[in-house]
Structure formats: C-alpha cells, structure tokens
C-alpha cells in the first residue's frame, strides 16, 4: 500500500506548485458558480492539491486560492441567479436538480436568511444551489458576501490543514512504518466520517427549526 500511496502523492507533488494552487482555484471557483460541484465536489480537489504542501507558505498560497476561487464562485453564482435565474431553472439542468431542490433551496433562504447562506456552504446540494437561489431573491449581494465569506473561510481551512496534515504524517512515517498508508487513510477517513456526522446535526437542527417555524406560521395570531 505504501508504494501505490507514495507514487500518488509523489505524481501530485511533480505538478508545478503554481499550477497546482492555480487549479484548485479554478476548481473552487466553477464549484458553486456553474454547479460543477454536483459531480466534481470542492473537498476532493482541495483535500488532493493540499496532499503536496511542503511548508507553510504553500499552505498559505493554496489557502488563499481555496477561499478566492470559492468566493468568486459563488460571487459568478450570485449574478448568474440575479440575471439568468429562471432561465437555469427551467433549463435541462435546472430540471435535473429537481423541483424538491429548488423548493427547499428557496424556503430555507426564505426562513432562515443570512444563516442559510453561511450553514449551506456545509451541506450537499444546497451549498451549489444556494448562490443561485439568493442572486434570485431579495438579498443584497453586501449581505450573502458578509455571510458567505467567513463559511468559505472555515470550510477551505478546514479540508486544506487535514491534506497537509494527513500526507505530511505518512511521509514522515512511511520509511519507519510499513503499513504507514494505513495511518493516512485512517486520518482522511476519519475526518470525512467527522464531516458527515457535523452535516446531519446542522440537518437536523436546521429542520427542527424549519418545523417550529412552520408551526409558528400555523399559530392563530392575535
């Protein structure tokens, strides 16, 4: 396991620094803006690009590129919804994201706000839909980017340290361990089973609020 581990994290170590932090950029920035993330998600192209960091200024440089290209992402999604909004929608793609998305995408913004912006940056579908959904709303573009910003931040922090940390760990185990890969997988996969038992608790918290609410909505009123 050790060699087939080594030879990947060595095949995306050889690709030019600059190229590699450039291209996960990029990736970030088509995530949410044209809804690439739905089939190449945001946190297997940083987790790979940060599995070749050497020291603390690639960490920084690839930081930096994560949070840009996701801001500006979502930026391009938030004018795409503003100008084109119904258009996507109704497009082979905006079908094919479903009626339900959509629906639930517009209500959380609508009950939630600002809130639903910064948790949906954690949840699958939503955080590609949402950008969209606001440019189509009432929300100034001041407030999503005051909301989506700090999510952003704390999203690309947390998926580019564990890269670093987990293949930074095998390298330095892998001469004196022989069973090294192991270790790296574990730490990926713990951090990912972490990630999703976070998602499901906002879920959950999200929806008991969405319910009280709906029962609040169904209150006789004075």
């Known amino acids: 396991m050790n060699e087939i581990l080594t030879w990947t994290l060595d ?34 192209i940083v987790i ?10 690639q960490y920084v440089l690839l930081l930096l590129a994560v949070i840009t290209g996701a801001l500006c992402g979502e930026t ?8 084109f909004g119904p258009r996507i929608q109704a497009s082979r793609l905006g079908r094919r994201m479903g009626e339900r998305n959509w629906v639930r995408a517009e209500t959380y913004l609508a ?3 600002g809130i639903a912006v910064f948790v949906s940056r954690f949840l699958p579908v939503l955080h590609a839909l949402i950008p969209l959904t606001v440019g189509m709303s009432t929300m100034s573009y001041r407030k999503f980017f005051a909301w989506t910003a700090p999510a952003c931040l704390i999203w690309a922090g947390a998926y580019v340290s564990i ?26 996969a713990l951090f990912f089973i972490v990630i999703v038992l976070v998602k499901k608790l906002i879920e959950r918290l999200e929806s008991r609020h969405m319910e009280g609410a709906e029962d609040g909505d169904d209150a006789p009123r004075a």
């Open 163 to 188: 890269g670093w940390l987990a293949a930074g760990s095998y390298r330095q185990l892998s001469t004196q361990l022989h069973q090294a890969g192991f270790i790296f997988a574990g730490i990926i």
């Open 76 to 83: 391009i999604g938030f004018a795409l919804g503003r100008y």
């Open 11 to 44: 095949t995306v170590r050889n690709v030019d620094p600059t190229l590699r932090v450039l291209l996960a950029g990029i990736g970030m920035l088509l995530e949410t803006s044209i809804l690439v993330g739905l089939i190449v998600p945001g946190d297997t």
């Open 111 to 113: 009950r939630r706000g």
């Open 48 to 57: 790979v690009s940060a599995t070749a960091i050497t020291d603390w200024v």
